[in-house]
């Protein structure tokens, strides 16, 4: 089992829809959350972080985490193109610097 | 002002011989991170730096990568004999909180 799963995609979306990005992870001693964006050759750039189980509201973006089901969501709302791009979750463990990042999810939103 | 900054941005080495990529924090962070990413993979951690030390090595894949910081600042990941698997693109990331890493635009290297 990977220790974080993402599924790859792609994930088409209307514009002005709401995209649904999925992320588990395996390790349960996860303690914060962060969902990075990822534009096609270019670096990821953190879009938002979540530490405590339920909603986090961000603009458009909401994470949501749920640690007994060891399931971390991203929403965008009222999808723009400019939102397309690879979506990486990565959890990190209480006391440890390092991230672990997800393969990604492609998501691509279709004007 | 400035963000992380690596060079070389590509670098086309042939199978064994030695490579050195370099990194550039955002001035003041204190921890500095490298991951590298192949093609269709995730972001793989190497290593990590909190000032000049280097707390966690665990993702350094063989005895051929290693890294060095100096002055609590500038980065150099070197690997010695390369081969044909590590082609990939090196990041190098740094922080001054736990919260949120800040990525270099990263180095391709090619090893033919």
């Known amino acids: 089992q990977k220790e974080v799963e993402q599924n790859s995609g792609p994930l088409s979306v209307p514009e002005g829809a709401i995209a649904s990005l999925n992320c588990t992870y395996s390790?349960?001693?996860?303690?914060?959350f962060f969902w990075y964006r990822q534009y096609s050759g270019k670096s990821p750039e953190l879009i938002m972080f979540?530490?405590?189980?339920g909603d986090k509201e961000d603009g458009r973006f909401t994470a949501q985490l749920n640690k007994a089901s060891q399931y971390v969501s991203l929403l965008i709302r009222d999808s723009q193109p400019s939102d397309s791009a690879t979506y990486l979750c990565?959890?990190?463990?209480?006391?440890?610097?390092?991230?672990?990042f997800g393969t990604g999810t492609r998501l691509t939103i279709i004007p | 002002g400035a963000g992380v900054s690596q060079s070389p941005s590509n670098k086309v080495t042939e199978k064994g011989k030695d490579v050195e990529l370099r990194c550039d924090p955002i001035?003041?962070?204190?921890?500095l991170y490298w991951y590298r990413q192949s093609l269709g993979q995730g972001l793989e951690f190497l290593i990590y730096f909190q000032g000049n030390s280097a707390p966690d090595k665990s993702g350094l894949p063989s005895d051929r990568f290693s890294a060095e910081r100096t002055g609590g600042s500038v980065s150099t990941l070197t690997i010695q004999r390369t081969q044909q698997e590590d082609s990939a693109v090196y990041l190098c990331a740094s922080s001054i909180t736990t919260n949120e890493q800040f990525f270099g635009p990263g180095t391709r290297l090619t090893v033919l």
């Open positions: 979540i530490y405590s189980n």
């Open positions: 990565a959890p990190r463990l209480f006391g440890n610097e390092k991230l672990t």
């Open positions: 001035s003041g962070h204190t921890a």
């Open positions: 390790d349960r001693g996860s303690q914060s």
